[in-house]
């Protein structure tokens, strides 16, 4: 469990120095990394998940890399995506709702090095990161989210193509599939491509919302309960978490069966949505000739609770809101791979320019995960990562950790002398917190010192 920051750091100025790339010498490949709203690890076929209906991107999963054990390092869209845009985490970027995303971060970010290596850039969907730059960003981009003054289905079914009002997630694969088209063999192309789905209309009475292309799936299907989801597990938090917004939003999506098991399926149908548009976008680069020369990159933002512990969204610093879907699908080297190390989201701005033979930034804190596509593993070393959502917010309680293989330690910043601890080997549910536990007292301090050491250095490195 020791540090490993200060090596991550070493290794990089080592790459940067010999200026090497397992991928110099190729021709530089198009680029999409599809990202998706709240769409938990196993909501995804390939994972074992046996009802969900994903078979584009289990596709992927099975033609490229699986990363089994991929996590965001912030639970929360805002500062999520900032991580994945700048390739560090929230404790240095500093960036939250609230904020504006910091200037010199912006120009370190993955869209603006790809734009200075002569890509021909687009953004498309949900940004999600306030930054008035935007617009400079991407040769083409077009920022948008559910539109928060309908208090109904309005609020994903605003946009339109020829006239025709569409689902956002439609909508999204159209823009990526003209942008596709209109693409040369000039210069190499970077797309990145946000859908607003799953996440819930959070103002609706009904919190999911989907195209009839998806109306018919999991009409006959019974959602299992959540595990966890009795009400000792929800009595065994503290109170403002029992308090706040992650029991409130129970109470919108999972507190009566009928409404637990409307949610699921309005859930995994976006997901499915989604997925049906993955399989639209992957034929038009056929059909143009571009699908041997282009690396897919797919991620989620955060994961979800689905009632349990009787919560719901995400925030809190278990594996049911840290950990995500991670695929990686390079068709110059074909072949699967499942990886076990951890991969996380502020490794995605270091991937996409490895796989671009750029220059990886000296500050990013991530690490390219490019080579696991041709039989490597550069994340075999990572041992642990910090875990944190820092926005201070009365109806979230700030919370901090550090997971590593084997063990979870978190805290609430408002409230130090509550701990949690818990044996990941054996207790992968975190189901009996062992902080209080005396023959567990060893560990607990050196997680806490561990953690708190590498805050230091994180904190160290923010620009002023």
């Avoid at 009928?258 to 976008?281: A, F, N, T």
């Avoid at 689905?306 to 049911?320: F, I, P, S, T, V």
Wanted: proline share 5%.
């Amino acid at each position: 469990m020791e540090n490993n920051l200060s090596l991550q750091k070493l290794l990089f100025c080592l790459f940067i120095l010999m200026g090497s790339s397992a991928f110099a010498q190729q021709d530089r490949p198009n680029i999409i990394f599809i990202l998706t709203d709240d769409q938990r690890w196993d909501a995804l076929g390939f994972s074992g998940n046996t009802i969900i209906q994903t078979p584009e991107m289990d596709k992927l999963a099975s033609q490229g890399v699986y990363f089994k054990n991929a996590f965001v390092t912030t639970p929360i869209c805002a500062a999520s995506r900032a991580s994945v845009l700048t390739g560090l985490y929230e404790r240095t970027h500093g960036y939250t709702f609230g904020q504006v995303l910091n200037e010199g971060y912006a120009q370190n970010s993955y869209p603006a090095q790809l734009k200075k290596l002569g890509y021909e850039t687009g953004f498309f969907g949900k940004f999600g990161v306030n930054y008035p730059g935007f617009e400079a960003l991407f040769d083409q981009g077009d920022s948008y989210d559910r539109d928060v003054k309908y208090p109904d289905r309005r609020g994903y079914f605003y946009k339109t193509i020829n006239g025709d009002s569409v689902h956002l997630t439609k909508y999204t694969s159209y823009q990526a599939q003209e942008f596709i088209k209109n693409q040369t063999t000039d210069k190499p192309f970077m797309l990145s491509l946000s859908f607003s789905a799953p996440h819930a209309h959070d103002p609706a009475a009904d919190q999911y919302f989907w195209s009839e292309d998806v109306d018919h799936l999991y009409s006959d299907i019974k959602f299992p309960k959540p595990l966890l989801g009795k009400e000792k597990h929800f009595e065994q938090q503290p109170e403002y978490v029992k308090t706040g917004e992650n029991r409130t939003r129970w109470y919108w999506r999972y507190d009566t069966s009928e409404k637990y098991q409307q949610s699921m399926k309005g859930y995994y149908r976006m997901i499915s949505e989604v997925d049906l548009e993955i399989g639209k976008i992957r034929k038009t680069l056929a059909e143009i000739g571009m699908d041997k020369n282009t690396v897919i990159i797919f991620m989620g933002d955060n994961g979800y609770f689905q009632g349990e512990r009787q919560l719901a969204g995400k925030w809190l610093m278990y594996d049911n809101s840290l950990r995500v879907p991670m695929i990686i699908y390079d068709p110059r080297h074909p072949g699967h791979r499942t990886i076990s190390d951890f991969a996380l989201n502020i490794d995605i701005a270091p991937t996409i320019l490895e796989f671009a033979n750029g220059l990886i930034p000296e500050e990013y804190q991530g690490i390219s995960l490019a080579d696991y596509v041709i039989g490597h593993n550069p994340a075999i070393d990572r041992t642990d990562f910090v875990a944190e959502h820092l926005w201070e917010v009365t109806i979230i309680p700030a919370s901090e950790g550090l997971r590593t293989k084997e063990w979870k330690y978190f805290r609430y910043q408002d409230d130090m002398d509550w701990e949690e601890l818990y044996d990941l080997k054996n207790d992968p549910l975190e189901i009996k917190n062992l902080a209080g536990t005396p023959r567990f007292s060893q560990i607990l301090t050196e997680m806490r010192e561990v953690f708190e050491r590498q805050v230091r250095e994180l904190e160290a490195e923010k620009i002023d």
